[in-house]
């Protein structure tokens, strides 16, 4: 996980943060001291409008951020907030780890967004903004076990629907590459301007949104040629859940 404190000591605060996506893409372009927002577009291997339309939406997609900081080491919350150091040194970790004598060495790690999204399982939620709220880390080799980690973004769950499966603020790692209904299995859905997380299944013409809280919560079907608000958007591989 990436984590920052902000003040120091004796109560100095520090500058508000330059948020927004203009900023963001500002600061990229400072670190990388490329210049333009062509060049940018170069390095992410975007068009150019792909650029301008990150600002005019005020969304700069995770995947940026994330192929910048295996590139060029940058810190991906410096990056949104222009707060904590500028590099987190990823190349410098590796190198400690690759000379260091084998008992010593550490797992390697790849880096998952946790997204703002979160996954209603009954609660209404309706937040649905793909800001990346910190990092958490995955063993490498684990990681991509599952799938590639590009595809990879965690979530938090709202409501009781998937109880016992899937409780309230449990974090449920969701691969975005596994659209492909596969019948049981536990997927991301969006509907309309909410995301929920159901398990899926089909009868002729239908999709059907099962809740493992059954006592409480009645499968919802919808008909298959009426999916326009409907978009599946990931199977969920993994989960984790704090003690309280």
């Given at each position: 996980?990436?984590?920052?404190?902000?003040?120091?000591?004796?109560?100095?605060r520090s500058?508000?943060a330059?948020v927004?996506a203009a900023?963001?893409?500002?600061?990229?372009?400072?670190?990388?001291?490329?210049?333009?927002?062509s060049?940018?577009?170069?390095?992410?291997?975007?068009?150019?409008?792909?650029?301008?339309?990150?600002?005019?939406?005020?969304?700069?997609?995770?995947e940026?951020l994330?192929?910048l900081?295996?590139?060029?080491?940058?810190?991906?919350?410096?990056?949104?907030?222009?707060?904590?150091a500028?590099f987190?040194r990823?190349?410098?970790?590796?190198?400690?780890?690759?000379?260091?004598?084998?008992p010593?060495?550490?797992?390697q790690?790849?880096?998952?967004?946790?997204?703002?999204?979160?996954l209603?399982g009954?609660?209404?939620?309706?937040?649905?903004?793909?800001?990346?709220?910190?990092?958490?880390?995955?063993q490498?080799s684990w990681l991509?076990s599952?799938?590639s980690?590009?595809?990879?973004?965690?979530?938090?769950?709202?409501?009781?629907?998937?109880?016992?499966?899937?409780?309230?603020?449990?974090i449920?790692?969701?691969?975005?590459s596994?659209?492909?209904?596969?019948?049981?299995?536990?997927y991301?859905?969006?509907?309309?301007?909410?995301?929920?997380?159901?398990?899926?299944e089909?009868?002729?013409?239908k999709?059907?949104?099962?809740?493992d809280?059954?006592?409480?919560?009645e499968?919802?079907?919808?008909?298959?040629?009426?999916?326009?608000?409907?978009?599946?958007?990931?199977r969920?591989?993994?989960?984790?859940?704090?003690?309280?």
């Open positions: 996980m990436a984590h920052t404190t902000q003040g120091g000591a004796g109560g100095t500058k508000p330059e927004g900023h963001v893409i500002a600061r990229i372009i400072e670190a990388l001291g490329i210049g333009t927002q060049a940018l577009a170069r390095e992410l291997g975007v068009s150019r409008g792909a650029i301008s339309d990150a600002k005019s939406k005020n969304k700069v997609p995770a940026w994330l192929k900081f295996r590139t060029h080491s940058l810190n991906p919350f410096w990056l949104e907030t222009g707060h904590g500028k987190l990823e190349d410098t970790v590796r190198r400690t780890v690759r000379d260091a004598p084998a010593e060495r550490e797992p790690y790849d880096y998952v967004p946790l997204v703002a999204a979160r209603s009954g609660g209404g939620s309706a937040q649905t903004s793909d800001r990346v709220v910190e990092y958490y880390a995955f490498r991509r599952k799938g980690v590009d595809d990879m973004r965690l979530m938090r769950v709202t409501g009781e629907s998937m109880s016992p499966t899937l409780d309230d603020e449990d449920v790692l969701v691969d975005l596994q659209n492909d209904i596969r019948v049981g299995k536990i991301a859905v969006r509907m309309d301007d909410e995301i929920v997380v159901k398990r899926l089909r009868k002729p013409g999709l059907v949104l099962v809740s809280n059954r006592r409480f919560y499968p919802q079907e919808i008909p298959l040629g009426d999916q326009s608000n409907v978009e599946v958007l990931g969920v591989v993994w989960m984790s859940r704090e003690i309280r």
